[in-house]
């Protein structure tokens, strides 16, 4: 079998297989340079929260529509954000800090999820639901993922400067009448729609892989944001692309099979990285005079 | 010309006091030290003169002036230094008036960026990431966008703390230069010799006001004694404050 067949063939042969390479390309371009921003913001953490709240609002999408992508997508946007206003009011209101509150509230809405899915549906919904389907990914699904990265860039360029500020000195922002505010909720709003995106294809519990771990990776290759930004896509669109091709010569599940081999270049970048690996720590090279 | 006035300015936090029924005004042009002990409420009333938090009774008056013409320098530790931006990406900021969310930097701009630099020592470091720059640097740096800032107001949290003898010469050459612009300066310091040097004007604060005018009597030795004996603590059990607003 030579190499054309193991890399080319699957695509060539397989619309399924198509459809689910440009679902997934579409959504490292969307997801990594969020991904990105949110490690900036230290609420790494938050994805993984925010992308457990999409389920019970799928779940009621499921409910009333069954396995279809309008009422799943439109349920699990509305839950994610009631999740992020509530866990943000009581964060406020409140002596619970902030991650606290997110942690109790996405448990709340994963228990709810899971339970009505499986009083109305079965163990394979339930499947569906949590670890996705990148390969019956449909043309009305493709439309949306590729709808939301295209939104997605075209605000992260209009937001770009005040976030990349509000990262680094928010209380600068906030002396010279910057929005922070505004530009917080916006952010918000792109994290939640990307894991909508990304719960398409695969599932609540890995929706969150290809935003944080291309963009944890990226920080041991660029020293800006936008090397960091464009680092994160490059390395989500290589896993993408090697996580189908490994589920499909191996009849792996895609969904863990992508994510797997962006947690691959995850662990080899911290290890080999050219920016403060592991590899630079041990060999870091004989101290210059100035 | 841009006038501060504090007018019965109560700030708290959970209703309790930080600074208490705050009378007096900032003249234009004028160099004024805050001094006091911990906890007095410097760093709070710097917060309310920039628009940062609301006054829990009484209020700030600016006259002639925008909020967004005051430059606030807050103390080191709100500041992520992890975020990867170079040290001219972080000093150009200075023209945000300027450019704003979306506007470009110009040429002209850029030259008085690195202008701003040099003025403060730093130049060269234009491509450094602002993660490897010393304390003292950084805040080198942060004067520098200062100067970019324009600003009619300028407030200075605390500037010198952990900064070498010769940044702070530096540093303090640069305040005199912006009093000599007529621009206000209003500084937190901890360094009765400095203040004494430099600042003409000192507000003596404990959470009350001890003294407000020209350093010498703002400084007296009894003034000094009647601001360390501001008692830190909160009191749970404090009453409702019933004394007249303003």
Same mark, same amino acid.
């Given at each position: ?290 | ?16 006091? +930080?600074?208490?029924? @705050? ?5 234009? !042009?004028?160099? &004024?030290?805050? /001094? %006091?002990?911990?906890? #007095? =409420? ?70 008085? +960026?690195?202008?701003? @630099? ?5 130049? !060269?470091?234009? &491509?450094?990431? /602002? %993660?490897?720059?010393? #304390? =003292? ?110």
């Amino acid at each position: 079998m030579g190499l054309s067949a193991l890399l080319l063939d699957p695509f060539l042969d397989y619309a399924f297989m198509r459809r689910a390479l440009v679902a997934c390309l579409a959504l490292s371009l969307g997801s990594a340079p969020v991904g990105v921003f949110l490690i900036l913001r230290r609420m790494s953490l938050l994805g993984d929260a925010l992308s457990h709240a999409i389920l019970p609002g799928a779940a009621v999408g499921f409910v009333f529509g069954g396995l279809s992508l309008w009422p799943m997508s439109i349920g699990g946007f509305g839950a994610a954000v009631a999740v992020a206003l509530l866990s943000g009011w009581v964060a406020r209101a409140t002596q619970l800090k902030e991650d606290a509150s997110f942690a109790g509230f996405y448990l709340i809405a994963l228990a709810v999820g899971v339970l009505l899915i499986s009083l109305y549906g079965g163990p394979v919904d339930l499947m569906h639901v949590l670890f996705g389907s990148v390969l019956a990914v449909d043309n009305d699904s493709l439309l949306l993922v590729a709808a939301i990265a295209s939104v997605t860039l075209a605000a992260l360029a209009l937001i770009w400067r005040p976030l990349l500020v509000e990262c680094f000195d928010p209380g600068f922002l906030k002396a010279v009448g910057g929005p922070g505010g505004t530009i917080h909720m916006l952010f918000m709003a792109l994290v939640v729609v990307n894991l909508v995106a990304g719960f398409q294809a695969l599932g609540t519990l890995m929706a969150v892989g290809l935003m944080m771990l291309p963009a944890a990776a990226a920080r041991f290759w660029a020293a800006s944001v936008e090397g960091m930004a464009l680092a994160a896509v490059l390395i989500a669109a290589i896993s993408s692309t090697s996580g189908l091709l490994m589920s499909f010569h191996f009849e792996l599940a895609s969904g863990p099979a992508i994510v797997l081999m962006a947690g691959v270049a995850y662990v080899a970048s911290i290890l080999i990285g050219p920016r403060e690996s592991v590899l630079r720590r041990l060999f870091p090279g004989r101290h210059l005079e100035a | 010309m841009a006038t501060i006035r504090l007018d019965g300015l109560t700030l708290a936090y959970e209703r309790h006091p +930080a600074v208490h029924h @705050l009378t007096g005004a900032f003249e234009p !042009g004028s160099l &004024t030290a805050i /001094v %006091g002990p911990n906890g #007095a =409420g410097k760093s709070t009333l710097l917060k309310a003169i920039a628009g940062l938090i609301r006054p829990a009774e009484g209020r700030v008056t600016l006259s002639r002036l925008d909020r967004r013409e005051i430059a606030y320098l807050p103390q080191q530790a709100e500041v992520d230094r992890s975020v990867p931006l170079s040290v001219l990406e972080v000093v150009a900021l200075g023209h945000w008036r300027r450019m704003g969310l979306f506007g470009g930097l110009g040429r002209g701009q850029l030259a008085a +960026a690195s202008e701003a @630099l040099d003025a403060v020592g730093l130049g !060269g470091f234009e &491509t450094r990431p /602002v %993660g490897t720059l010393s #304390a =003292g640097q950084f805040q080198r740096g942060l004067f520098a966008r200062m100067m970019l800032q324009d600003a009619k107001v300028i407030l200075l949290d605390e500037p010198f703390t952990a900064i070498d003898t010769r940044t702070t010469a530096d540093l303090l050459d640069l305040v005199r230069r912006w009093h000599d612009e007529k621009r206000t300066v209003v500084t937190v310091l901890h360094d009765y010799e400095q203040v004494r040097q430099v600042f003409p004007e000192t507000l003596l604060l404990a959470r009350e006001l001890v003294a407000w005018g020209p350093t010498d009597q703002a400084l007296s030795p009894a003034n000094l004694m009647k601001a360390r004996a501001m008692a830190e603590s909160w009191q749970d059990d404090a009453p409702i404050c019933h004394r007249p607003a303003a």
